[in-house]
């Protein structure tokens, strides 16, 4: 069973800038979270995507959006980019909603703001 | 709101000693517990769970915890290091036990294994 998988790996952009991070989940889990691993903050949830519908977001300001798509894939868009944004960000999918289920997480995408 | 606490951002130990790393969290009500582990540029890994039952959890690799509701605490223990346990490890619970609640993390314990 394939994994959780993200792309890009890295990202390098300037402030200011905007950018798309993907995740695709595993086969047959309809939930995908979107985490910040930011330098000595740990893991900030972000998002919460169900059924392609958006459930549930954390303390991030609007300029964090993201969709869901029919296959269950998901974007992370991040606008107006800011230094402080840099951090490793996962994307992590669930078989189902019961909070007690395992959530499966991606590798990750490293983005940089300069 | 709940909050999860790692006590130590950062613990050495020997290969073949004890591996303790601390987590205690703030609820009135018991919530779910997990213990991440995250390598080396890699996304995190379930090591273990708990939920209900038996207090004592085992998981992957050898590693266990064990949920104290008075100490609201749920430590991870390993009897015996190994090099390969070097890595990063997150607590990290589930508030309130509803549908989609993301997980609430502590900031992490780095464990470097010397021989």
């Known amino acids: 069973e394939a994994g959780v998988t993200q792309s890009p790996t890295h990202l390098i952009k300037t402030r200011g800038q905007q950018v798309t991070l993907r995740c695709s989940p595993i086969s047959g889990h309809t939930s995908v979270y979107w985490y910040q691993q930011a330098l000595g903050l740990g893991l900030q949830f972000l998002l919460w995507?169900?059924?392609?519908?958006?459930?549930n977001r954390g303390n991030f300001p609007p300029r964090f959006s993201g969709r869901q798509f029919p296959n269950y894939s998901s974007e992370l868009n991040v606008n107006a980019l800011e230094l402080e944004d840099s951090a490793l960000y996962l994307c992590?999918?669930?078989?189902?909603?019961?909070?007690?289920?395992?959530?499966?997480f991606g590798p990750g995408t490293r983005l940089t703001v300069l | 709101a709940q909050s999860v606490t790692q006590l130590g951002s950062h613990v050495s130990v020997s290969e073949g000693a004890l591996v303790l790393l601390r987590c205690n969290y703030s609820s009135s009500v018991p919530p779910y517990l997990f213990w991440y582990v995250q390598y080396p540029n890699q996304g995190l890994q379930l090591l273990l769970k708990?939920?209900?039952?038996?207090?004592l959890v085992k998981g992957i690799n050898g590693f266990e915890a064990e949920f104290k509701k008075s100490e609201t605490s749920f430590h991870l223990t390993k009897p015996s290091a190994h090099m390969s346990d070097a890595a990063e490890y997150f607590c990290a619970v589930s508030d309130l036990k509803q549908a989609g609640t993301a997980l609430i993390f502590g900031k992490g314990t780095t464990l470097s294994v010397s021989s």
């Open positions: 995507y169900d059924e392609g519908e958006e459930r």
């Open positions: 992590a999918s669930i078989r189902g909603r019961s909070s007690y289920n395992e959530q499966f």
């Open positions: 708990y939920t209900t039952g038996a207090t």
